[in-house]
């Protein structure tokens, strides 16, 4: 931790994050993780309770409340008048999906939460990008569940990568063991969803980020592979390609190219091949790479 981290840490050791009691659920607990990985907030205690005497004291607010208000640090998602989306707040922004209170939190603070993670400024290529990828990939998940959206209607609305939520719900206590506290249980929770969120987006800053900026150099110098453009040669075996692409007018290309190449595996060609046809302007490419 930085000198400045230390100085906010304990500069703020009487703030406190208010959540409710009783049951808990992923995106709460979410929320209430990458609050902790920021230095104000890191030797905050959270309080758990519905009483609004008690939450009134609290620095911030998540997942309770009845009110959604960034200047006073109140995020809940439960009023009946509640239904935005990361587009409405942020509207340079694509996603559309109901927020929960983690999708919140992340909105509002998830570019710091990056940053404390990867160890990357702000502002940095590195972590903007994440943002997307990390919302895209691990949060909307969250977001969508605790909102009671359905993963397809007829196209796919979002993806399920972890399964948190449905774990999270098993952390606890039966009705058949009822527990009048579940605070040490919410906290076990938090160290199961937080080492995931942690560990993924390590994975896209130290893996996924690496991957990309492969393809982005392959698919850029494609013409020097093949005249047609329609061949993407990688440097290496084992670069996760179909995750990492990248937008094609990243990479100086307008269009896809319509020819369709094969590849082969045989001794004398040792390569392998696929052909990449998951959005209309990326067809008609063909990733290959040495076995």
Not at 18 to 41: I, P, R, S
Not at 60 to 83: E, L, M
Not at 125 to 151: C, R, S
Not at 175 to 204: C, I, K
Request: one cysteine or more; proline letters at 4%.
């Amino acid at each position: 931790m930085s000198v400045e981290s230390k100085r906010l840490k304990m500069s703020n050791s009487t703030l406190s994050i208010g959540t409710h009691n009783g049951t808990f659920h992923c995106d709460e607990v979410l929320a209430c993780f990458m609050l902790k990985q920021l230095a104000q907030y890191e030797g905050a205690p959270i309080v758990r309770t519905r009483d609004e005497a008690q939450l009134s004291q609290c620095d911030i607010v998540v997942d309770v409340g009845g009110v959604y208000d960034a200047a006073t640090k109140r995020f809940d998602h439960h009023q009946r008048s509640f239904n935005l989306t990361m587009k409405d707040i942020r509207p340079e922004k694509r996603f559309s999906m109901k927020l929960s209170s983690a999708g919140l939190v992340y909105v509002h603070y998830g570019e710091q939460v990056l940053s404390e993670i990867t160890k990357h400024p702000v502002d940095s290529l590195l972590v903007q990008t994440l943002y997307d990828k990390v919302y895209e990939q691990f949060i909307q998940e969250v977001d969508a569940i605790d909102n009671g959206i359905a993963p397809y209607d007829g196209d796919p609305r979002y993806a399920i990568t972890t399964n948190l939520s449905h774990r999270v719900s098993y952390l606890n206590p039966p009705w058949t063991q009822p527990v009048e506290n579940t605070d040490e249980l919410f906290h076990e929770a938090m160290q199961v969803v937080g080492g995931e969120f942690v560990d993924r987006v390590s994975y896209y800053a130290n893996v996924w980020w690496k991957a990309r900026s492969h393809v982005k150099e392959a698919v850029t110098a494609r013409h020097e592979v093949d005249a047609s453009g329609a061949i993407v040669r990688l440097p290496m075996g084992g670069i996760p390609s179909r995750r990492s692409r990248v937008p094609l007018a990243a990479c100086s290309c307008t269009r896809a190219a319509s020819s369709a190449v094969t590849g082969t595996t045989t001794a004398r060609w040792p390569w392998r091949g696929r052909a990449l046809s998951s959005s209309a302007s990326e067809r008609g490419y063909f990733i290959v790479r040495l076995i």
